[in-house]
């Protein structure tokens, strides 16, 4: 039904930039909250940013709040995640994810179990 493609990762430098892209189709974009979760080799799968589908309220782990931002495109049915300042400890599979769930604690949005949909995978890699 619903389909999430990431795109945009890649290979940066300590201190570099990089914009994830995350593609749905399927569904009614703009009613779904859009996250995006990440795992590094020999970790477990974390939080990173969310955003609701108003836009009206975003979340971010403290590991990358004030470097990473979280924005959405509802004309093109895009979730983005601008990556700054990337650090070596970034370096992780990043994975998009979607749920049309309304959540009256952000608790949910920061967790794994609140999203319904899931992308395959886009690989960011910061060398120091």
């Known amino acids: 039904q619903v389909q999430l493609v990431e795109s945009g990762g890649g290979l940066v430098q300590a201190g570099g930039s990089l914009r994830l892209s995350c593609a749905a189709s399927g569904g009614t974009f703009s009613s779904f909250a859009i996250a995006w979760f990440r795992q590094a080799p020999g970790k477990e799968r974390e939080f990173v940013a969310a955003?609701?589908?108003?836009?009206?309220?975003?979340y971010y782990a403290d590991s990358v709040k004030g470097r990473f931002a979280i924005s959405r495109d509802n004309v093109k049915n895009t979730g983005y995640l601008q990556m700054n300042s990337l650090k070596p400890e970034d370096t992780a599979v990043y994975y998009c994810?979607?749920?049309?769930?309304?959540?009256?604690?952000?608790?949910?949005?920061?967790?794994?179990?609140?999203?319904?949909?899931w992308g395959q995978g886009t690989q960011v890699t910061v060398s120091s």
């Open positions: 955003i609701t589908w108003s836009a009206g309220n975003a």
């Open positions: 994810a979607a749920t049309g769930q309304y959540y009256s604690l952000s608790y949910y949005y920061t967790k794994g179990r609140g999203y319904d949909y």
